[in-house]
């Protein structure tokens, strides 16, 4: 399995970015699984910011609700993150994360990209 984040760089405040995380080598089809996006910003733990099942329900942290999108083609076997009004705080490195899910429950979020990085300056 290989997720690989794109999109990142230097932004400045009240701007925007769209990051994609690219999927592939699953065992089952890319719909199956449930995406997550998760930051990590210097010296801080990781923050999951957003998550989607294979349906399209999502899910946000309060810290970026309403400023913090996730979407995801199915054909493209690609989720997307789309964060606007971009604040020096969503400075980090965010990653993508993918879940199996069967029977409705998934499992801890297993495969993980290498990250891009968002400085907002």
């Known amino acids: 399995v290989q997720l690989v984040e794109s999109g990142g760089g230097l932004v400045r405040p009240g701007g925007s970015l769209r990051l994609s995380c690219a999927a592939s080598g699953f065992t089952w089809r890319f719909s199956t699984y449930a995406m997550s996006w998760v930051r990590q910003a210097p010296g801080k733990g990781r923050e999951g910011v957003a998550a989607i099942d294979g349906d399209g329900r999502t899910s946000y942290a309060d810290s970026v609700k309403g400023r913090i999108t996730i979407s995801r083609d199915n054909a493209e076997n690609t989720a997307y993150l789309r964060i606007d009004s971009l604040k020096s705080e969503d400075t980090a490195l965010y990653y993508c994360?993918?879940?199996?899910?069967?029977?409705?429950?998934?499992?801890?979020?297993?495969?993980w990209g290498q990250g891009t990085q968002v400085t907002v300056s």
């Open positions: 994360a993918s879940a199996y899910c069967s029977g409705g429950e998934c499992d801890p979020f297993t495969y």
